[in-house]
């Protein structure tokens, strides 16, 4: 085990500060942005049709757009992903989360799997845009997991992801551990779905998770800036 040691700001820099309810109000996007901008979170992670507005609010910041694809089943086409990103990107989104076709993977077409995979990454690094792909492991087996970080090890997304926080169940260390297991430091591991305090969040880092996506940013921020007051000290040491 390495200890490495965080400042409060490279914690905040690992959050992406979520609000993905299908009721969410542009002026909810807009207290999205500016907690964002407030905390110095890494990225607001919302549905697509919310780039653009969130693109305005952040264009001269260093905070990314992401945006949600196929979200938060899966189930549309590769050719429906590929439109629906590039709709994101011209409309400001610089990170893109999409959802593998979790029936594709149950019928064991892992072809289908790579070929999704594949397409998406080609198209975002295309564009200079960051991306992550949802397993959504509630619904997978330890060896489905295994086989889609497999297939990510080789096409070489930036980030797999643990989960949308849709699904029955949210992120699990044990699953971060896993995913992690298999692809290495060839790519990153987003563990997301409800992370909703600090001890959570810290193990979920611990565990091999280089971001973190929760709707309870604020929170957990302010959590750890008491206990590092409480302590007295600058950093936070996290073995992983």
Known sequence: MIIKEYTLDKLAR???HTNLHAYASNEDM?????EAKE???KMVAINQVQSKICYKELKDTDIDIGAAISFPLGQTTIESKLFDTKNA???GANEIDYVINITELKNKNYAYIEKEMSEMVNLCHENSVLIKVIFENTYLTNEEITKVAEIAKEVKPDFIKTSTGFGPSGAKTEDVKLMKSVVGSDVL???AGGIRNSD???AMISAGADRIGTSSGVKI???LKQRMK?????TIKIGR
């Open 189 to 191: 591991v987003k563990a």
């Open 230 to 234: 409480y302590d007295d000290v600058d």
């Open 221 to 223: 921020i302010e959590a």
């Open 30 to 34: 807009i207290k999205l942005c500016d």
């Open 14 to 16: 690992m959050i992406d």
């Open 200 to 202: 959570d969040f810290l």
């Open 89 to 91: 990107i011209r409309n």
């Open 39 to 41: 905390y110095h979170f």
